[in-house]
C-alpha cells in the first residue's frame, strides 16, 4: 500500500523528504510533483526499480524511455556528449522549466539505460524534485502519469493518482493539483532544436 506523504513545495519536512530518499535507496518507486504533471520516479542506478517502473508503463527496460531529472545543468556531462556553445546557452536560458531535452548520450548511461543513444534531460522548475536529487546525490528517472481517460490526458488530483497507483509504488508525495500539460520535448541531436512535442515550455 502506497503511503501519502504531504510535503509542501515552501517547505519540505526534512523526515518526509528523509523517507523519500531512503524508499528510493532502498528501489522503491515514488509519485512525485514537478512544474507540469505528476510523475512516476526511481533512483537511475537500481535496475529493479528501473525495471518496476518499466512493467508499470507496459514496457520492457530495452523500450522504455524515461527522462533523466536533475536538479542543474552539472549532470549533462556525466551522461551526455559535448555539447555546442549555442546548445549550452538554450539550456541555460530555459533550465530550470517545463522542458525535456533529447541530447546524445555518452558511454556513463547507468546499466539500464545501456544501448541507448539519446537521453531525455529534464531539469523540473520546482522545488521537491530539486531536492530529491540533492538528497540522493544523483538524478532519478522518470516518467509521467498519463490517465486512461480520453477527455482528461493527465491527472492533476494526487488523491486519486494515490488511489490508481495504491499497490503498485511505496510513496505518493501529495503536493496539491498538479498541471494537465506535459512538458514539450526538444530534440537537441542534430544542432537545431526540433519540437517533438508541444507541451507546457514556449521556446
Given at each position: 500500500m502506497a503511503k501519502i506523504l504531504k510535503i509542501y513545495p515552501d517547505n519540505p519536512q526534512e523526515n518526509y523528504m528523509n523517507e523519500v530518499i531512503k524508499t528510493l535507496q532502498d528501489g522503491g518507486l515514488i509519485i512525485y510533483p514537478s512544474d507540469t504533471v505528476y510523475a512516476l520516479g526511481c533512483d537511475i542506478y537500481n535496475v529493479k526499480a528501473m525495471e518496476k517502473l518499466a512493467r508499470l508503463k507496459n514496457t520492457t527496460l530495452d523500450k522504455a524511455?524515461?527522462?533523466?531529472?536533475?536538479?542543474?545543468?552539472?549532470?549533462l556531462s556525466e551522461f551526455t556528449r559535448p555539447i555546442e556553445t549555442s546548445t549550452f546557452r538554450l539550456l541555460k536560458s530555459k533550465?530550470?522549466?517545463?522542458?525535456?531535452?533529447?541530447?546524445?548520450?555518452?558511454?556513463?548511461?547507468?546499466?539500464?539505460?545501456k544501448g541507448k543513444k539519446t537521453v531525455g534531460i529534464r531539469v523540473p522548475d520546482h522545488p521537491i524534485p530539486q531536492l530529491i536529487v540533492e538528497k540522493l546525490?544523483?538524478?532519478?528517472?522518470?516518467?509521467?502519469?498519463k490517465d486512461d481517460d480520453e477527455v482528461i490526458e493527465?491527472?492533476?488530483?494526487?488523491?486519486?493518482?494515490?488511489?490508481?497507483?495504491?499497490?503498485?509504488?511505496?510513496i505518493v508525495i501529495d503536493s496539491g493539483y498538479g498541471d494537465n500539460v506535459a512538458s514539450t520535448i526538444v530534440d537537441l541531436t542534430s544542432g537545431e532544436p526540433e519540437i517533438l512535442r508541444e507541451g507546457k515550455g514556449i521556446l
Amino acid at each position: 500500500m502506497a503511503k501519502i506523504l504531504k510535503i509542501y513545495p515552501d517547505n519540505p519536512q526534512e523526515n518526509y523528504m528523509n523517507e523519500v530518499i531512503k524508499t528510493l535507496q532502498d528501489g522503491g518507486l515514488i509519485i512525485y510533483p514537478s512544474d507540469t504533471v505528476y510523475a512516476l520516479g526511481c533512483d537511475i542506478y537500481n535496475v529493479k526499480a528501473m525495471e518496476k517502473l518499466a512493467r508499470l508503463k507496459n514496457t520492457t527496460l530495452d523500450k522504455a524511455q524515461f527522462s533523466i531529472i536533475c536538479n542543474n545543468l552539472s549532470h549533462l556531462s556525466e551522461f551526455t556528449r559535448p555539447i555546442e556553445t549555442s546548445t549550452f546557452r538554450l539550456l541555460k536560458s530555459k533550465i530550470p522549466g517545463p522542458f525535456t531535452f533529447i541530447l546524445e548520450a555518452n558511454k556513463n548511461l547507468p546499466l539500464a539505460y545501456k544501448g541507448k543513444k539519446t537521453v531525455g534531460i529534464r531539469v523540473p522548475d520546482h522545488p521537491i524534485p530539486q531536492l530529491i536529487v540533492e538528497k540522493l546525490g544523483h538524478p532519478i528517472a522518470s516518467t509521467s502519469i498519463k490517465d486512461d481517460d480520453e477527455v482528461i490526458e493527465y491527472s492533476t488530483d494526487p488523491e486519486l493518482i494515490a488511489e490508481k497507483y495504491d499497490h503498485l509504488v511505496d510513496i505518493v508525495i501529495d503536493s496539491g493539483y498538479g498541471d494537465n500539460v506535459a512538458s514539450t520535448i526538444v530534440d537537441l541531436t542534430s544542432g537545431e532544436p526540433e519540437i517533438l512535442r508541444e507541451g507546457k515550455g514556449i521556446l
